[in-house]
Structures are given as C-alpha cells and as structure tokens.
C-alpha cells in the first residue's frame, strides 16, 4: 500500500500534464521527465486506474490496446488509403523516460483516406510486441503517435522479428547506436540523422492491419485508430539486447476482445 499511495500523492500534477507528456516532444536538454506508471508491482498495468482518475478507461474500456491480432478476422486497409510521410531529419531527442524509451520527433504526416491527416508527435518502443498476431508474440514494438488538430489519435505500428542475417534498418540502427547514452531513466541524447524512406515503403508494400481501440499507456484513451504492418521489420541480435537492456520489460497484457468486458472488471468479479 505504501507505494500505491506514493503513486496517489502524485495525481494532481500527473493529471496537468498527462496529454502533452505522452502525445507531445519532451523539453530540450539533458535531462527527461520520468513517467509516473511502470509495468511492475505497484505501479504496473493492474493499478494504472489507482493513479488518476483520469485513467478509467484502464480499467472500464471495452476497446482497450493491445489486442490480440487474428489475421483472417482483422480489417486491412490498402496502401493507397494510406499515407505516412515522414521527411528526414538532421537529429532527434530520444529521452528515457523511465517506462520506455522516446524519441520526440514533431515532423511528418498520416493522411488517411486522402482527407484526414495526422501530425507526429513522437515514437516509442515496447519490449517484447504488445500485440500478439495469431497467438505469435514479438521481440519488439514500435509505436509512431500522430494527433489531428482536433482530439483523434491515430497509431502506425511495426513488429519486429530477430533475423540471423539481417541488420537494424533505418533509421533504428542510428537511434541503437545512442542507446548507452540513455541508459538511465531521466537521460536524454541526440540521434544523429534519420532517414524514414525504408520504413514507409515497407509500410505500403505490405499489409497493414487496422482497428480502434486505445492507447496502451495511461490515460488509456479509446477511440484510437491503429495500423500495424503485417511484415515485421528485421532486428539483429545485438541490437536488441541493447534496447532489452534498458526497456527491460514495458508491455501492457494483452487486452479482451474488442467490444467486450474490461478484463479488469471480470478479474475483480471472478475474485468477488
């Protein structure tokens, strides 16, 4: 209870600034603002709801992320209905931010359906995948947030799979090269230059799932669109060790079925 309650001390300044620290680039400088949620004990995915009550819908939502991904069930969408570009950058901040590492990136677009575009705010990763893809679960996930000028959120995802052969492609091998200057939660660095042309043509070479369902870190906020590419992305052993090492584990459970009970509710009446 103790560390509950250090986590409930908290909510008033957590409650401030939750939309812009998880949709929007961290300040410039050394130094990152550490994310009050975690993936252990306490503060782990089971009382995200106990921080803020803002984060009801961790625990009441019945469209809540990651899902678990039946290919011959989920929408596709065409990759003419979708556009993500995203043009080259000089350097980016990648903050560790204590629950995951992020790289605050305010440059890029996604135009869904040629009429609805998105603005990026930033990326992040998961270790191991979030979604799971026919029971299949994957070392690692990556996460391009994009906001409209309105409320909507939109996600790009990529899973990645460990290739004996293959190397990190661009631009995640330049991010890994930096990640030992942010081993430590609250540390930031700069990328170096980043260059996305691999991944959006991978992105609409392939396809690509979609549903609605939430953000899968505190507040939990439903109505997102996802679009996750159903090829995986190469990932080279060393890398992945590296970025094991500092994400360790980040990954919230894998959530009910869209559309029905929050999980956490049918634990709580399963115990009652």
């Known amino acids: 209870m103790k560390h509950l309650t250090l986590l409930l001390v908290a909510t008033t300044a957590y409650a401030s600034c939750i939309s812009d620290t998880f949709l929007f680039p961290r300040a410039a400088g050394d130094q990152a603002a550490i994310n009050l949620f975690n993936y252990t004990e306490l503060g782990g995915p089971f009382t995200w709801h106990h921080i803020n009550k803002a984060n009801a819908a961790c625990s009441?939502?019945?469209?809540?992320?990651?899902i678990h991904v039946l290919s011959e069930e989920v929408d596709y969408v065409t990759s003419s209905s979708?556009?993500?570009d995203i043009p080259a950058a000089d350097e980016a901040k990648i903050s560790n931010l204590g629950?995951?590492?992020?790289?605050?990136?305010?440059?890029?677009?996604?135009?869904?359906?040629?009429?609805h575009q998105y603005q990026l705010a930033q990326f992040h990763f998961h270790t191991p995948s979030e979604h799971r893809v026919d029971q299949e679960y994957f070392p690692l996930e990556v996460?391009?947030?994009?906001?409209?000028?309105?409320?909507?959120?939109?996600?790009?995802?990529?899973?990645?799979?460990?290739?004996?052969?293959?190397?990190?492609v661009h631009p995640f091998d330049y991010i890994f090269n930096h990640l030992d200057d942010v081993d430590r939660p609250g540390t930031s660095t700069e990328t170096g230059y980043l260059d996305f042309k691999y991944l959006t043509a991978h992105l609409v070479t392939h396809d690509i799932?979609?549903?609605?369902?939430?953000?899968t870190t505190p507040?939990?906020?439903?109505?997102?669109?996802?679009?996750?590419?159903?090829?995986?992305?190469?990932?080279d052993v060393v890398s992945f060790n590296k970025i094991k090492r500092i994400l360790k584990f980040n990954a919230r459970f894998t959530q009910n079925a869209l559309g029905?009970?929050?999980?956490?509710?049918v634990a709580v009446q399963a115990v009652d």
């Open 60 to 66: 009441q939502g019945k469209h809540q992320s990651p």
């Open 82 to 84: 979708l556009a993500l």
């Open 99 to 115: 629950s995951g590492l992020e790289v605050a990136l305010a440059q890029g677009t996604l135009t869904v359906s040629e009429n």
């Open 143 to 168: 996460h391009f947030v994009f906001k409209d000028y309105g409320t909507s959120i939109a996600v790009v995802a990529f899973l990645f799979q460990l290739s004996s052969t293959g190397e990190a």
């Open 209 to 215: 799932y979609r549903y609605i369902g939430s953000l």
């Open 219 to 235: 507040p939990c906020t439903e109505g997102v669109a996802w679009y996750i590419s159903a090829e995986p992305l190469p990932l």
């Open 260 to 265: 029905q009970e929050n999980l956490l509710k």
